[in-house]
């Protein structure tokens, strides 16, 4: 039986920092999602400071494959929208844009959802000091090689079954 590893096994990141060029390109992408007009200004918070990227790391039980990154963005919506909802919709297209985007520069990342989750969104607004009127949606770590993430998120076709 061949094993399964998921997005949140442990990562090896690279020993370098990312460059801020990087992580600007990335950024941009995640804005350039189509839903970015309806809920902007989005608000995103770069932590490559070690101590607070491993408190992060320790918020929920799917966030301990921040650990040891050398970057985690952390995302966050207007709290006052005329729909909330919509605001989470939109920031979790913008997240799979990020994602992507770190794929085409040579990065691995994943994101994390926290939101609607009120006890780990407060934690992460505490750590990171979100201001008040923004909320917390995910956290997302990144600077492996995306070449590490194809050899631990192997794809097993044994496991899909078709039903006719």
């Known amino acids: 039986m061949k094993e399964i590893f998921t997005r949140v096994s442990i990562r090896k990141y690279q020993p370098k920092p990312v460059e801020p060029e990087k992580i600007t390109a990335v950024l941009r992408a995640a804005m350039a999602a189509p839903s970015a007009g309806n809920q902007q200004p989005w608000e ?28 985690v963005i952390v995302s966050a919506y207007r709290e006052k929208l005329w729909a909330p909802a919509y605001a989470q919709i939109d920031m979790s297209i913008a997240m799979e844009h990020l994602w992507l985007a770190c794929e085409a520069e040579g990065l691995g990342g994943v994101w994390m959802g926290i939101a609607p989750q009120e006890e780990r969104m407060q934690a992460v607004e505490a750590l990171v000091g979100i201001p008040e009127g923004l909320r917390a949606f995910a956290i997302f770590p990144l600077g492996y090689p995306a070449e590490e993430r194809q050899q631990q998120d192997r794809f097993d076709e044994s496991r899909i079954h078709y039903i006719q």
């Open 44 to 71: 995103f918070y770069v932590v490559t400071n070690p101590a607070l990227i491993e408190q992060l790391s320790t918020v929920s039980p799917y966030s301990g494959c921040a650990k040891n990154a050398p970057v």
